[in-house]
């Protein structure tokens, strides 16, 4: 019996050694792609800047710029038309890939992301490079896993390991990106996947620092901690937050209905409108333009008044609008982020001209409000905190982000806010099940506390059709369940079912567990 058990334990073991070599074979094909992706639009982005500094002393140059900037609009909506999984951040896709409901040709998806996320991103366009940066990296595991010929269920696991690789390469946040796959895109915490996924999120992050170095995206120099008299402020600043993430939901969502009621334009050539409005915006603020890591680099360096501060905050919200809804590839974390710092920021001014708050802690809150606003539009709070304390370099402020993003959560909760991506995502694609294909996967379905599996026996549950509880992982062990095994929260049911309809077993055990039909 202690051999067998051995055996097994090896083999075990071995697995996830394998595993973490796979994680790192496909970090270093994301951080390759990814961190050429980063370099191209940076110093693309650098010479827009110079061009709009240069149309300002020479503005008759303005007549032809627009006449490439159509041109520009045009190629990357030709490029959206021919494969309709480019378009937006990519990350609905990603998840939509993970749950068997959207189907990726690696390939297509690698080559015109690419270059549509430079011509969008670099062109000044308030877009941000994670999400274009997070599907590449999961493309490019797909393409990997096909070279390995791997198992279905292999290959999911490693297109959450190149999401994760592209988050970290993308913003230099290994432990974000694991974060990311596990609370956003995967929804379950499965020990191959974590290991994996951190295993390519390190290994795209190395290369990623030996390109851009080591100081962290959004350093901003030393952040004093805030005494505890001002504690007050931060559950005013989460339900200030939650209130703004609710609205930024809101606005998103009606984009398309506001784009379809421009006459005469198609929805692949919808980029044709933020390519030209950006010209006269870039003419007068060259500096504002792009994702906006500089704006909140600028804002932790130099005092700003209270109403050019709300002036920023309408310009950055509006025209981030008007790029995210246009369908070009490009993402909405930075922009996101940087709504969040000048809202912090806002904060930090008004407490300190109304309440005399010393100013030295305004870059307090332009950071705590980067992490709750992004929890309460993205609604994973743990991605959240840690993004924001590796992009920052700073990791000494986590209870006072953690009050902030806790409140914030909660108020977008109550104000019945969803997970925007997961919203995208049911929009993108309604699901259709079809007839089984005979190829046979295995579901991953974690039980949570809240769980009306929790304490039943297997044989009281009254299960969904077309699947069989094939095993249950509980801790470092996986048990053959039987009629009388007994479920507990913090186990995690392995289902065998068909590939086609792996999205449906899953919605089907949801329902069951909620009613609590046992």
Known sequence: MGQKEGHELQKLDGTRILFIGKGMIVGICVGVVVTLFRFLIEKISELVVHWYLFFQKQPVWIIPWVVVSIFLAIIVGRLVKSDGNIKGSGIPQVEGQLQGIIDV??????????????????AGLFLGREGPSIQLGAVVAQGVSEQMKSTKAEEKILISSGASAGLSAAFNAPIAGLLFVLEEVYHSFSPLVWLTSFSAAITANFISLYVFGLKPVLYIGTIEALPLRYYWTLPVLGILLGILGRGYQLVLLQLPKWYAK???????????????AIIPIALLFPHLLGGGNQIVLALAEAPFSLWLLIGLFG????FSMVSYGSNLPGGIFLPILTLGAVIGTIYGVFLTNFFGMESLFIKNFLMFAMAGYFAAIGKAPLTAIILVTEMVGNFSHLMSIG???????????????????ETLLERLVKPTFRDISGRKTILEF???????FDEQMVRDINWPEDMLLASIRRGESELLPHGDTL?????????????????????????????GEV
């Open 105 to 122: 040709h690696w390939f297509s998806v690698l080559w015109k992301k690419f270059l549509g996320g430079v011509l969008s991103i670099s």
């Open 446 to 452: 974690p039980v949570h506390a809240e769980s009306s």
């Open 315 to 318: 310009l950055r919200f509006i």
């Open 487 to 515: 479920i507990h929260s913090g186990d995690t049911l392995l289902v065998l079912t068909d590939e086609l309809i792996t999205q449906k077993v899953k919605m089907e055990l949801k329902r069951c567990e909620k009613a």
């Open 262 to 276: 421009i006459p005469y334009l198609s929805p692949n050539y919808y980029g044709v409108v933020p390519f030209l």
């Open 403 to 421: 009050v902030v993003v806790l409140v914030s959560y909660v108020v977008v909760d109550v104000l019945g806010g969803h997970p925007i991506y």
